[in-house]
């Protein structure tokens, strides 16, 4: 490696770390999902996205299809690729956050009971709309900022039951 990338480097892991808490990363525009589950998939639908201020977004879904009961144990995988100049590195799974597996989102992710009902959740079709905080994070926006790309898949034991695609801007 050449010495002045790498002292580049050094610099700006340096200036990450020394970096005092930032505001809340936002999402730049409206984002919304597409369904990758197919038309026979148990969970069926899109949401959207929408930034509301400063560090909360809007989502919103309507015409969810849920077409069985819902309950334990539900597992979340959920991929997150940023874009780093021509190709898309993914982003690793710390502290909960990025490319991680949720093995019971039923235990895991409480909502709050205006957006999403609780565990065991019926089937019927949803109509969701709320509005989500964003936490302060320590990392500077200047380092995280970017494209990204999401796969969302719910599995109950092997078998998955949806998936949901979102490409998104921080």
């Given at each position: 490696?050449?010495?002045?990338?790498?002292?580049?480097?050094?610099?700006?892991?340096?200036?990450?770390?020394?970096?005092?808490?930032?505001?809340?990363?936002?999402?730049?525009?409206?984002?919304?999902?597409?369904?990758?589950?197919?038309?026979?998939?148990?969970?069926?639908?899109?949401?959207s996205?929408?930034?509301?201020?400063?560090?909360?977004?809007?989502?919103?879904?309507?015409?969810?299809?849920?077409?069985?009961?819902?309950?334990?144990?539900?597992?979340?995988?959920?991929?997150?690729?940023?874009?780093?100049?021509?190709?898309?590195?993914?982003v690793?799974?710390?502290?909960?956050?990025?490319?991680?597996?949720?093995?019971?989102?039923c235990?895991q992710?409480?909502?709050p009971?205006?957006?999403?009902?609780?565990?065991?959740?019926?089937?019927?079709?949803?109509?969701?709309?709320?509005?989500?905080?964003?936490?302060?994070?320590?990392?500077?926006?200047?380092l995280?900022?970017?494209?990204?790309?999401?796969?969302?898949?719910?599995?109950?034991?092997s078998?998955?039951?949806?998936?949901?695609?979102?490409n998104?801007?921080?």
């Amino acid at each position: 490696m050449n010495f002045s990338i790498y002292i580049s480097m050094l610099c700006l892991i340096a200036a990450a770390l020394v970096h005092e808490k930032t505001s809340a990363l936002t999402i730049a525009s409206y984002a919304r999902s597409t369904d990758c589950g197919g038309s026979s998939a148990t969970v069926r639908g899109t949401f959207s996205v929408d930034p509301v201020g400063s560090n909360s977004v809007s989502l919103s879904a309507s015409g969810i299809h849920v077409d069985e009961d819902l309950d334990y144990p539900l597992k979340a995988v959920v991929e997150i690729e940023k874009k780093v100049l021509w190709w898309w590195a993914t982003v690793p799974c710390a502290y909960g956050y990025g490319s991680c597996t949720y093995n019971d989102v039923c235990e895991q992710f409480v909502a709050p009971s205006d957006l999403w009902p609780d565990c065991p959740i019926p089937s019927s079709t949803y109509n969701v709309q709320g509005v989500i905080d964003i936490p302060s994070t320590w990392i500077p926006s200047w380092l995280v900022g970017g494209d990204y790309r999401a796969r969302i898949k719910l599995y109950k034991y092997s078998r998955q039951l949806g998936c949901n695609d979102l490409n998104f801007r921080i």
